[in-house]
């Protein structure tokens, strides 16, 4: 009996469903698939009925990339078991909406870690793939595109593609933040450690000529680095910041008592995670009132911090060993969560820039932040390399992260900083990292990828309806529905 096509299938929902922040509030027709069969189901039914779809991983990015007001969202997180490990060629394969810290959970042990892997753990691996992120090792290994082996991708018409980093959409699916289809499973290469331990250095650089020069160094010598950078510091002490370098160690261990340090890790991240969360549904707005006077609180903060190293440093005692979990991922739980840093009307804005002009960015950069009248509450550097996808934040260089907590009353002003902010990241050839963004405008955006026209001709040949969309790429003007793409 053919099924009356108004009527939802079981697993398909009504659903208020809001941003990482709280910042965007929607509700959607949310559809939580275990099967192939009933991500095809959803597809299908969406198609009949005259909506759009947003495919969704854990909802882990910031902004709105996951989002699809008043239309349909496929949520794939039941979609995640591990499909297979081959521990010959190093590679495992799973499904979507598997989770970085599970692979980590089926691997680390075994002395394989996934490389640039992002702070936050719980981001699936398909919803990795389509915002292409970057780990704390991004010059190193790139970003996560250097770890797709192959993926299957449900297309709009139902049919499946194998595709591997031979097929011509590989570079249009990796990074095409889910516009191109359904990714199902994947395969990924694992690297070898020699075992789940680092070394961590911590250094501070008073200027933002140290900093280069030292992590020029670093980016030799160690195998991931994460920058705290000081936006207040001013003059001669531009750039001054806390570098935390990681390099493997290797132990000796036997794999019972790996194991048994791996679980206490796990263990230790969940309750901070508890931690972290409760926090936030505890101090949010206390929070919040303390960062009404945020200019005096994170410079104290940040100078503080500097002087605390630096005293450290001279003793002799900065480096220790950890394990590389707690490197990684801690600070998503032990850091105030984004929700609270960023506050009820924040928003992240990560951008990049090149080598060659590292210098010149980073003292403009910190100007424009000192000069909003709410300058961002965190700001972490990282080194990249670059890869070859349509569209990818990462190239040869440097990014900066911001946390923008704006002030009710000063929140047009703050935006006109972060405009400011976009301009000389596009003047210098720079890009912004959709997965934090929720700030672009549509001619922002066409500069920042101008590929973004390869992306939108390959999905009028694969999703001619265009099915899949997201209020992301309603925002940034190349949703097909909106006659886009309008001139750059
Ligand atoms: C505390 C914190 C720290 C973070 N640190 C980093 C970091 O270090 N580096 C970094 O790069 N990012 C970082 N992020 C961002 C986050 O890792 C990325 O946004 C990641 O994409 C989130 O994964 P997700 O599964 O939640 O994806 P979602 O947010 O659910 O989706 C991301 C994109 O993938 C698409 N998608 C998801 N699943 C599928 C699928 N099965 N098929 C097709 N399309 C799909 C969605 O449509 C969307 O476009 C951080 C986020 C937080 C909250």
Known sequence: ????????????????????????????????????EQCREALKYCRRNGMTICVRGAGRGYGDLALNDGQALLDMSDMNRILD????????????GTRLIDIYRAVHHRLFTLPASPTESHSSVAGAICANVNGKDAWHNGSFAHQVVRLTLLLASGETLDIDRSHELFTAVVGGIGLLGVIVDATLQLRPIPSPYVEIDRIPVPDVDALLETMARIEKSHDAAVVWVDAYARGPRVGRSVIHAAKW????????????????????????????????????????????????????????????????????????????????????????????????????????????????????????????????????LRAHKADDCLISFSEDGYSLNFEFHPKKHQAAASREAVDRLIAATVRRGGKIHLAKDQVLRPEQFYRVYPRYRDLLEIKRQLDPEGLFTSDLARRVGIDPSQNTPRQA
């Not at 929902?13 to 941003?19: G, Y």
């Not at 490990?85 to 979507?96: F, G, L, P, Q, S």
């Not at 929070?287 to 009404?292: R, T, Y």
């Open 85 to 96: 490990i081959d521990e010959e060629k190093n590679r495992i394969t799973v499904e979507a």
């Open 249 to 380: 160690l290797a132990r000796k261990e036997t794999e019972s008592q790996r194991r048994q340090a791996l679980e206490a890790g796990y263990e230790r991240l969940e309750r901070h995670r508890h931690f972290g969360l409760a926090l936030h549904e505890k101090f949010g707005p206390v929070l919040s009132l303390m960062l009404q006077g945020q200019r005096f609180m994170m410079n104290s903060f940040n100078r503080l911090y500097y002087a605390m190293c630096e005293l450290v440093s001279e003793t002799g005692h900065s480096s220790n060993s950890e394990l590389f979990l707690r490197f990684n991922f801690e600070a998503s739980f032990t850091v105030p969560p984004a929700h609270l840093v960023c506050g009820p009307r924040g928003y992240t804005v990560q951008l990049s820039f090149p080598r060659s002009s590292a210098r010149e960015s980073i003292i403009e950069l910190m100007r424009i932040c000192r000069s909003s009248p709410c300058p961002p509450v965190t700001t972490i």
């Open 1 to 36: 009996m053919a099924s009356d096509p108004h009527t939802h299938p079981s697993f398909m929902a009504w659903k208020e469903v809001s941003s990482l922040v709280g910042s965007i509030r929607t509700r959607s027709l949310v559809a939580r698939p275990t099967t192939i």
